[in-house]
């Protein structure tokens, strides 16, 4: 468990240290596209802080339950999600050509990974609740 949080934490590290320095590769100059980068941005922050809010209050009240409210109704996973959208929004910031491909080569087969055994998990503790909540959401 350790070892998967600090490769976890090693690969969003390293992609944004190479966001950061192989920045300035698009031409875009405009506005609209700097405030739309940072839209995607921000919208990943927001469903990453929202998800994780959701985890918290479930982790504070030590029921072991599944999280079917709130945003989680429509997206089973918004951590992986917002941080996907992140790391995209600033790699557009940035205009790092590199970012947007280790974001697409790298963070996203991660966070699928990630989730697909979040998933194997969940079934085999929830079974078929799980599988319905599956259905009706979102990755």
Do not use: C, W
């Not at 739309?36 to 982790?59: N, P, Q, T």
């Not at 590199?98 to 963070?107: N, P, Q, S, Y």
């Amino acid at each position: 468990m350790i070892t998967e949080k600090v490769s976890s934490v090693f690969i969003h590290i390293v992609i944004l240290a190479l966001i950061a320095i192989f920045r300035d590769q698009f031409l875009f100059k405009n506005a609209i596209y700097s405030v739309l980068s940072l839209i995607i941005a921000i919208i990943g922050i927001v469903l990453l802080s929202i998800g994780r809010i959701a985890i918290d209050k479930a982790f504070i009240s030590k029921k072991e339950r599944l999280i079917t409210s709130g945003i989680y109704s429509k997206i089973r996973h918004p951590v992986y999600t917002g941080r996907i959208l992140f790391f995209i929004g600033l790699a557009l910031l940035f205009k790092s050509f590199i970012g947007i491909i280790l974001v697409i080569a790298l963070l996203v087969p991660f966070h699928i990974y990630k989730a697909r055994k979040e998933e194997r998990e969940m079934l085999r503790k929830f079974g078929n609740k799980y599988a319905k909540y599956k259905k009706s959401t979102l990755f």
